[in-house]
């Protein structure tokens, strides 16, 4: 099963874009990106799902290179609402988290 | 819909005191996942089921059992709790990977206690 690496937290203030890149060197053929929002005392909440090259939707983009091995997620203008723990997945049936990176936005 | 509805929110347990909780969802979903968090730290997958009368073992099923007899529901049993089990429970459920889009949703957690 792929593992996944994020960074543990990062800071951003309002307004800006923000990467969280997510590393997942030994992500199988078949194997999808998925990034997931948390915040405190909720379940987990899905942002954007991709395979290859980029996605994107009404609040984020992800951008997966051609070898797959890693993914970033991009939140175009952040806001203190998205002070969230975000976490990368990687897998086919079983959808395992990693430990997440803690983003907080500063005003 | 009320989409995936756990039951019960809270509960606090003894020591080896055995419980029930249960995963309900009305999305029609395939799959459905219990989850641990405790805290500070990211979700463990305990087992998952991709489909009514199947079930898998996830990360860390030690201790938990699981049964999908109807499609709708998930149910996670602790047949003798232990102190380490205290956590937050979650349940998501989604469509199979074959259908695409797999976006799963979750419930909004059971936070267990174990004396």
């Known amino acids: 099963l792929a593992k996944t690496t994020q960074p543990i937290s990062m800071d951003s203030y309002e307004g800006q874009e923000v990467n969280i890149t997510c590393s997942h060197n030994?992500?199988?053929?078949?194997?999808?990106i998925t990034w997931y929002q948390q915040f405190p005392s909720q379940g987990p909440r899905f942002i954007i799902q991709g395979y290859k090259t980029k996605v994107t939707n009404e609040v984020a983009s992800l951008f997966i290179p051609a070898d797959r091995k890693s993914s970033t997620l991009s939140l175009p203008r952040v806001s203190l609402s998205d002070t969230a723990v975000y976490y990368c997945?990687?897998?086919?049936?079983?959808?395992?988290f990693g430990a997440g990176t803690r983003l907080t936005v500063k005003p | 819909n009320a989409g995936v509805t756990q039951t019960p929110k809270f509960r606090v347990l003894k020591t080896g005191q055995s419980m029930t909780l249960l995963c309900a969802q009305d999305m029609n979903h395939e799959y459905m996942y219990w989850y641990r968090q405790d805290p500070g730290m990211g979700l463990r997958l305990i087992h998952y089921s991709v489909g009514e009368g199947t079930t898998a073992k996830g990360e860390v099923p030690d201790g938990y059992n699981v049964s999908r007899l109807k499609k709708q529901n998930f149910l996670l049993g602790l047949e003798s709790a232990a102190p380490s089990q205290t956590s937050v429970y979650f349940c998501?459920?989604?469509?199979?990977?074959?259908?695409?889009?797999?976006?799963?949703?979750f419930g909004q957690g059971t936070r267990l206690t174990v004396v």
């Open positions: 998501a459920s989604s469509y199979p990977r074959q259908a695409g889009n797999t976006e799963a949703f």
């Open positions: 030994n992500i199988a053929t078949n194997d999808y």
């Open positions: 997945l990687v897998g086919y049936n079983d959808m395992r």
